[in-house]
């Protein structure tokens, strides 16, 4: 990015952060389509309804913006989105970004369709000994470096449903997904009676948690009373108070 653009950015960030206490700052967000953590229908939007409740104890807004996942990272580096979610940590991530204390705790899965039933278990030690399968996956998720270094063949697409899409039509044998994501996936997509032709292999690709990311650039991130410091001290005290897992029950997480 040019040295102007990101001198008018910084200026135009700095604005939103300065604003007279009269009127609420807003927080741009970026991400991309994965419900029932974050959607555009606001209903399938766990996320969305949570940032609404941390933003009350910042004294602030957030305002979603969606868009592809690729994209996401861009908008987040160019100082056009305060943050990105939901996003894993990687070591390259780590170079550029800041990321918040856990949003929430997921597994990932390998998910596979099999009409005639559950197949024998395809075990793997390791994900090069998934090479015989045809892999789908999302373009600008985490796994895209860990599937080349394995030299997995991999079908990206540009989201869930579409990679969901190619499951069902036989294009790939395996995609992986969070586990609510997966189920949600095929309850939204495919009738009552293809659901129960779906199913998941036994180890996860990966356990761990999803974040918020944003850029170390960013006005007033960083520090002990900078932006991420008072995200994570509004996300700490909604655990403390019930308000997460309440906001969570409403959309059928736990």
């Known amino acids: 990015?040019?040295?102007?653009?990101?001198?008018?950015?910084?200026?135009?960030?700095?604005?939103?952060?300065?604003?007279?206490a009269a009127a609420q700052a807003t927080l741009v967000i970026v991400a991309g389509e994965l419900p029932p953590y974050v959607s555009e229908r606001r209903e399938q939007s766990f996320l969305s309804?949570?940032?609404?409740?941390i933003g009350k104890h910042m004294g602030l807004r957030f305002e979603f913006r969606f868009m592809?996942?690729?994209?996401?990272?861009?908008?987040?580096?160019?100082?056009?989105?305060?943050?990105?979610?939901?996003?894993?940590?990687t070591p390259e991530r780590e170079r550029k970004h800041l990321f918040s204390e856990p949003l929430y705790a997921k597994r990932t899965m390998f998910f596979y369709y099999s009409p005639s039933g559950p197949r024998p278990e395809i075990a793997f030690a390791a994900l090069s000994d998934l090479k015989p399968y045809r892999i789908g996956g999302v373009r600008g998720y985490y796994y895209e470096q860990m599937f080349a270094e394995a030299g997995l063949r991999v079908d990206f697409a540009i989201g869930e449903e579409?990679?969901?899409?190619?499951?069902?039509?036989?294009?790939?044998?395996?995609?992986?997904?969070v586990e609510a994501v997966g189920r949600d996936m095929i309850k939204t997509l495919f009738p009552p009676e293809e659901q129960g032709h779906f199913h998941m292999l036994d180890r996860p690709l990966h356990l761990g948690f999803n974040f918020l990311m944003s850029s170390?650039?960013?006005?007033?991130?960083?520090?002990?009373?900078?932006?991420?410091?008072?995200?994570?001290?509004a996300l700490?005290?909604?655990?403390?108070?019930?308000?997460?897992n309440a906001v969570a029950a409403r959309h059928g997480l736990s």
């Open 162 to 177: 579409q990679s969901f899409a190619k499951l069902r039509a036989g294009r790939v044998d395996l995609v992986p997904a």
């Open 216 to 233: 170390r650039q960013y006005p007033g991130n960083a520090g002990d009373t900078g932006l991420l410091a008072r995200f994570n001290k």
């Open 1 to 20: 990015m040019g040295l102007c653009r990101r001198q008018t950015l910084l200026l135009l960030s700095s604005s939103v952060l300065c604003l007279p």
């Open 68 to 89: 592809p996942w690729k994209r996401c990272e861009m908008a987040v580096e160019d100082l056009q989105a305060w943050g990105a979610v939901p996003y894993v940590q």
């Open 49 to 53: 309804d949570l940032f609404d409740e």
């Open 236 to 244: 700490a005290e909604l655990r403390r108070n019930g308000i997460y």
